[in-house]
């Protein structure tokens, strides 16, 4: 059987003089760069520069647009309404995606950010707002989802291509939505512990929760987070893994649902 699977990572969340990330070092082993759009992290220089060094390393462009939330890093949930959403999104796609055509580019997808993309999982105002907002920028967009999620659903719905995500360094609660970060255990840690999750995750379509629970799920694009300690080493380690275990790494092309599977 053979596998595929896309890599990405969070990107371009350097802001002013504060730097955040290996962004450099980790695009030579990934294959999409999620880049800040300036609401939660980034700004107008790192934005072009991370562009920049993706085309570079012929990776996958896409926006991270999150809650306008500077100081919480956009982790923090906020009482947004779903047309607060559909604003934000639509401002910095266009935003990433202008400086993308600055350099002769496009955006191949969107993935929200931190509460937002929480938020999506599992509220489907929200979600819609997302997909839509994704949809009228431009409808060639593959809108990344946590997989099984109402975002998926809500990209699908929306006529989007969706790629459902995964993650190598965050456990998974029974009801396939990832454990918040404020509780023990959402982040795993262990470089051999993340790799046989993703190993799971994608050969068998399955992922073990933290209580035991075997999980069912689509992998199309894992994520990698560049700015947790020894990302680069992690990333490195894990396409050697893939490659021995006969598994793809390419850009996520996304699916489209069928009437069959409506």
Known sequence: MAWTIDLNCDMGESFGAWK????????????????????????????????????????AIGAHPGLPDLVGFGRRTMDVSA????????????????????????LHHVKAHGALYNMAASRSD????????????????????LAGSAQVQAGFEAGLSVAQEVFADRSYQRNGLLTPRSQPGAMITDVEQ????????VKQGTVTSVDGHVVQLTA???CIHGDQPDAVEFARHLRAVLAREGVTVSWAPGSRQTNKEA
Not at 126 to 144: E, G, K, N, P, Q
Not at 194 to 201: F, G, K, R
Request: aromatic fraction near 4%.
């Open 126 to 145: 929200i979600a819609a707002a997302i997909a839509s907002a994704v949809r009228d920028v431009d409808t060639r967009l593959v809108l990344f989802a």
């Open 194 to 201: 993340a790799t046989a999750q993703v190993l799971q995750m």
């Open 20 to 59: 955040m990330g290996n962004d450099e070092d980790v695009l030579p082993y990934v294959t999409s760069a999620n880049i800040a759009c300036g609401f939660h992290a980034g700004d107008p220089g790192t934005m072009r520069r991370t562009v920049a060094a993706a085309l570079q390393h012929n990776v």
């Open 83 to 106: 047309q607060d959403v559909y604003d934000l999104v639509v401002v910095q796609v266009g935003a990433l995606a202008a400086v993308a055509a600055s350099q002769g580019a496009r």
């Open 220 to 222: 199309n694009t894992l």
